[in-house]
């Protein structure tokens, strides 16, 4: 079957992903300006605060009124994952303003 039969484009859509074919151009609008049609990932990066503030906020959604050293598993886990590396104070400390009960009331 041709591409034509198929009603395939230069760009396929394969596994929810659209890949450019050999012979296929950039879009372009009626200016001429490039078209931007998949995501760009990491535009805005956020920096390590921000990051720290989400991953806190994240746990108080999650664990809700769990004890501090669950707080702290969690957040270690999640620091893990982000690539982030803080000293353990920090950790406690991040623990203490992410969950509600433990005095530090949140984010």
């Known amino acids: 079957m041709t591409d034509a039969q198929s009603g395939a484009a230069a760009a ?3 596994g ?15 200016n001429g300006q490039p078209v931007q049609n998949e995501p760009v990932l990491e535009q805005n990066a956020a920096s390590t605060e921000d990051k720290l503030e989400g991953i806190a906020a994240q746990t108080r959604v999650d664990l809700g009124d769990e004890s501090h050293e669950r707080y702290e598993e969690v ?4 620091l893990t ?3 982030i590396q ?6 406690s400390s991040l623990a203490r303003r ?10």
Not at 16 to 30: L, M
Not at 75 to 78: K, S
Request: hydrophobic share 35%; no cysteine; charged share 30%.
């Open 16 to 30: 929810g992903a659209v890949h450019e074919s050999d012979g296929a151009r950039a879009q372009t609008d009626e």
């Open 75 to 78: 957040i270690r886990q999640r």
């Open 81 to 83: 994952d982000a690539g």
């Open 12 to 14: 396929d859509a394969v």
């Open 86 to 91: 803080i000293t353990d104070d920090e950790v």
């Open 98 to 107: 992410a969950a509600p009960g433990a005095g530090g009331g949140g984010v």
